[in-house]
């Protein structure tokens, strides 16, 4: 049955439109952007392969443009489709950081951390640069490391602390594996990093480590 025949508050768009986009299934989602089937196939059916076979939505949108081309279902078209939507997403959370939006809990920096550094391949660790009044001045991907780990440098971070003229800084790694579980690793950086900055009278406020979906807070655990 095409979807054309389907309910019309069953269909994918009238459904986004009149329940809001939670409502829509990952398979739901990418047939809006196919908006056409295949032979015997509603735009549904097509999402619903191309998410197995990419491994879910995660996995199709970590896939190089090429690779997402190559998917049965998935031309050129329909590829730049989604890559632009995915860029548009990230824009939208990347104003957050513009100077003068104010962190005062771990959740918008949770969010926007996550936006950043979930889908690289390898550690990054980042640090946010805050005012007195914990709003953003400045962003920063600053180490990069294998899968193991990265080399972190406090006096790198120093550094930069003191060219932003920052009042405190919020930082940040996350973990390829995608489990979010902090390290004693990650506990003995950021306490070098907290002594490196006590020299300055800078104060971390938090260290987010970002998982595959999940994160954690030291300043939840009342590490730092």
Excluded at 10 to 21: F, I, M, N, Q, V
Excluded at 133 to 140: A, Q, S
Excluded at 185 to 210: C, Q, S
């Amino acid at each position: 049955m095409a979807i054309s025949d389907w309910p019309k508050q069953e269909r994918p768009r009238e459904k986004l439109l009149g329940r809001g986009a939670g409502a829509l299934s990952d398979a739901e989602l990418l047939a809006i952007f196919l908006r056409t089937g295949s032979r015997g196939r509603t735009a549904v059916d097509v999402g619903r392969d191309i998410l197995d076979r990419s491994g879910g939505l995660r996995g199709l949108l970590d896939l190089t443009p090429k690779r997402m081309a190559r998917l049965p279902g998935m031309a050129d078209s329909r590829c730049a489709q989604v890559l632009a939507a995915l860029e548009m997403g990230r824009r939208y959370l990347a104003t957050e950081l513009e100077r003068g939006f104010s962190l005062d809990n771990p959740e918008p920096a949770a969010r926007l951390l996550t936006a950043e550094l979930r889908g690289e391949p390898c550690e990054v660790f980042a640090v946010l640069f805050l005012d007195n009044k914990h709003r953003v001045i400045g962003f920063e991907k600053m180490f990069y490391g294998t899968v193991d780990g990265a080399a972190v440098y406090p006096r790198e971070v120093v550094r930069r602390a003191l060219e932003y003229n920052a009042a405190s800084v919020i930082v940040a790694h996350n973990h390829p594996s995608g489990v979010a579980e902090p390290s004693q690793a990650d506990r003995d950086v950021t306490e070098r990093l907290r002594r490196a900055l006590d020299l300055i009278d800078v104060r971390i406020l938090d260290h987010l480590v970002i998982g595959d979906g999940h994160w954690e807070s030291f300043s939840r655990r009342g590490w730092v």
